[in-house]
């Protein structure tokens, strides 16, 4: 069975659906050779009716549009991206067999052909030469799914920079998600090579940042607590999810400069993200975590009334 893609050419405004395993992009194509481009992934659920429900759908493309504005691209069309998530979600959703619940949908944006591309050879074989979108499915896998509950032990990486270095190095593009993820692969290798599940980056100056592919939450007390984006690490979207269903609840939230022993003496620490949702940390560098099962499954619910 073949794959839904959408693919969104903005100069001519258009959405084509086609399939993940035909040949789409041309190597000529800046996301393939310079990680030019941004990207999200969206947590979708599909109820016994067969409504899917977007999480966190604003949140996600709000973030979309400032990553674009850091890298300079133009202004992702909403309405030309919305149109690919939901095309690929009823694409998704025609095949379902019952069984599937939820899955994820990733959209992006490259900033196009390279220079020294021929932009009117390019054109004849109807490729754009200016900056295209796409969207396609994710499935989650039985690991993912099996981490909400089960934890993983992390292991802290120096992320090779200064705390809030952000600030002074805008060109760094530290907050933008982009494409460019080779370090973030290669901190999730180590750590594994290292006997861990996942990376946890801390600053050159103590300070601890966020995960490969998630954001970190601890518990202290009353309150839930998550490093300042300004450090230098990516505002995220689940985060926030879990932020806002916390305040709801009578809790206090904080964003705050937090070091190793703050997370190793936390009551029970997490790491969030739009796929795995929450994932209790059940040990960082071998010092055991307070594991908090309630706690969790609360977050799982914030996460998902986003």
Not at 129 to 151: E, M, V
Not at 172 to 198: C, F, M, P, W
Request: charged share 20%.
């Amino acid at each position: 069975m073949q794959t839904a893609l959408a693919l969104i050419d903005i100069d001519a405004g258009t959405v084509t659906a086609t399939h993940l395993e035909s040949a789409q992009f041309p190597v000529e194509d800046l996301a393939i050779h310079r990680g030019e481009g941004i990207f999200e992934t969206v947590l979708v659920t599909v109820d016994a009716t067969g409504a899917a429900l977007v999480h966190s759908r604003e949140t996600h493309f709000t973030r979309f549009e400032q990553s674009a504005a850091m890298l300079d691209l133009p202004e992702p069309p909403r309405e030309l991206f919305e149109e690919a998530v939901a095309a690929v979600i009823a694409a998704v959703i025609g095949t379902f067999d019952g069984n599937v619940t939820e899955f994820a949908v990733r959209y992006a944006m490259s900033r196009g052909l390279d220079s020294h591309a021929d932009p009117a050879a390019h054109r004849t074989v109807g490729i754009p030469h200016g900056p295209r979108g796409w969207a396609f499915p994710i499935g989650l896998s039985d690991d993912q799914r099996a981490q909400r509950t089960r934890g993983v032990r992390v292991v802290t990486l120096n992320r090779g920079y200064d705390a809030y270095v952000g600030e002074s190095a805008p060109w760094l593009l530290i907050g933008a998600k982009t494409l460019s993820y080779a370090v973030n692969q290669s901190a999730a290798r180590h750590a594994v090579a290292q006997g861990a599940d996942e990376a946890l980056f801390v600053s050159n100056d103590g300070i601890v940042l966020e995960g490969p592919t998630s954001n970190l939450v601890i518990q202290r007390g009353d309150t839930l607590l998550t490093p300042d984006p300004r450090a230098g690490l990516l505002h995220g979207t689940t985060q926030r999810a879990v932020f806002a269903g916390a305040a709801a609840s009578g809790l206090t939230v904080e964003y705050a400069d937090l070091t190793i022993d703050d997370v190793v003496e936390a009551d029970a620490a997490w790491l969030v993200s739009s796929v795995r949702t929450a994932v209790p940390v059940l040990e960082v560098d071998g010092k055991a975590l307070p594991h908090a099962p309630a706690s969790t499954s609360r977050l799982h619910e914030w996460i998902r009334a986003a």
